[in-house]
């Protein structure tokens, strides 16, 4: 039982390029997240979904794509990156409604120069 | 405008005695309160929480309270280990009828160092 992964778990980007973020999980979880983490500060959301086929945004959604194919999978997409996105960006899933506990994966360290 | 919030950003406790983790939320929203553990190089994971109906829940050595009225929660670790060394998130969630949004706000972190 693997949890939450998460690949790549570091990237460097050029301004201007894109790139997708994957986040797997097998817990059979129907509601799965992604946060950035910014240097001193909390997590923030960034978009959500309750299950296949239905995302909504979060706090921070600006510069960012998502989509929710099957329940497995939710990866993120970063489009035109700018040195603002860079971050550590954690994917998460929980089993039951947004309010409790979520289960995260290890991170991706996104660079963007 | 930072929601949650946690002003201590670091503590240092002798290991065998108790670590007060605080952490202060603004909005009356919120009705479900988390906190989570992280090791560096590792996503967060959930360590304990409590509903909003409730002022105090416990899990073995990890306990937290909630003062509504204070908008106040607090975790305590008795005893503390060395192995609890990470940084502590609080979050908080609940439903922003305003914006018709679901929040899940976490804080910026504690930095808990356990001296051996």
């Known amino acids: 039982n693997a949890g939450v992964t998460q690949t790549p778990k570091f990237r460097i980007l050029k301004i201007g390029q894109s790139m997708t973020l994957q986040c797997t999980q097998d817990?059979?979880?129907?509601?799965m997240y992604w946060y950035r983490q910014d240097p001193g500060m909390g997590l923030k959301l960034i978009y959500y979904?309750?299950?296949?086929?239905?995302?909504d945004k979060g706090e921070v959604p600006n510069g960012y794509n998502v989509s929710r194919s099957t329940t497995e999978d939710f990866p993120l997409r970063l489009e035109l990156a700018a040195p603002s996105q860079t971050s550590v960006y954690f994917c998460?899933?929980?089993?039951?409604?947004?309010?409790?506990?979520?289960?995260f994966g290890p991170g991706t360290r996104l660079t963007v120069t | 405008d930072q929601q949650v919030k946690q002003n201590s950003p670091s503590l240092s406790v002798q290991e065998g005695r108790i670590s007060i983790l605080n952490c202060d939320y603004t909005n009356s929203m919120f009705d479900y309160f988390l906190w989570y553990k992280k090791y560096p190089a590792e996503g967060p994971t959930f360590l304990i929480s409590?509903?909003?109906?409730?002022d105090k829940n416990e899990d073995g050595r990890f306990t937290v309270f909630l003062n509504k009225s204070a908008k106040h929660l607090s975790l305590h670790i008795v005893p503390s280990q060395p192995g609890d060394s990470a940084v502590y998130f609080c979050a908080a969630s609940g439903w922003e009828s305003t914006s018709g949004t679901y929040k899940y706000i976490f804080g910026t972190g504690t930095r808990l160092k356990v001296l051996a």
């Open positions: 979904s309750v299950g296949a086929g239905i995302t």
């Open positions: 409590i509903s909003s109906i409730k």
């Open positions: 817990m059979n979880h129907n509601y």
């Open positions: 998460a899933s929980s089993a039951t409604e947004i309010s409790y506990e979520q289960y």
